[in-house]
């Protein structure tokens, strides 16, 4: 993961974390989309430095390790974005001191 995510990422938790310290990593990173539009998640991608084929390929690899199939169709970049930020998420929420 490049760290302009991982540092992004850690103050989203912590954002959410000040409004309610009870949120788990699911809670914060998969029940509300975390980017909305196309252009913004495309311009997130592009912030990031990550090529879309780069961050299909990091979310199909996590999608097989965690449900041994590629269940989602990355169609567009809001669902991307959003997965990504979801596998992401997770991780530096593991990390993240409670």
């Given at each position: 993961m490049k760290?302009?995510?991982?540092?992004?990422?850690?103050?989203?938790?912590?954002?959410?974390l000040e409004h309610d310290k009870n949120l788990d990593g699911w809670d914060i990173f998969n029940d509300d989309y975390y980017l909305i539009g196309y252009y913004k998640c495309e311009e997130w991608l592009k912030?990031?430095?990550?090529?879309?084929?780069?961050a299909i390929g990091l979310?199909?690899?996590?999608e097989i390790e965690m449900f041994g199939d590629?269940?989602?169709?990355?169609?567009?970049?809001?669902?991307?974005?959003n997965h990504?930020?979801?596998?992401?998420?997770?991780?530096?929420?593991?990390?993240?001191?409670?």
């Amino acid at each position: 993961m490049k760290d302009s995510i991982r540092k992004e990422l850690t103050e989203y938790i912590k954002e959410q974390l000040e409004h309610d310290k009870n949120l788990d990593g699911w809670d914060i990173f998969n029940d509300d989309y975390y980017l909305i539009g196309y252009y913004k998640c495309e311009e997130w991608l592009k912030k990031h430095d990550l090529s879309v084929f780069e961050a299909i390929g990091l979310c199909n690899k996590k999608e097989i390790e965690m449900f041994g199939d590629i269940q989602t169709d990355f169609d567009n970049a809001e669902t991307l974005v959003n997965h990504l930020v979801l596998w992401y998420g997770l991780e530096v929420f593991e990390d993240y001191p409670q």
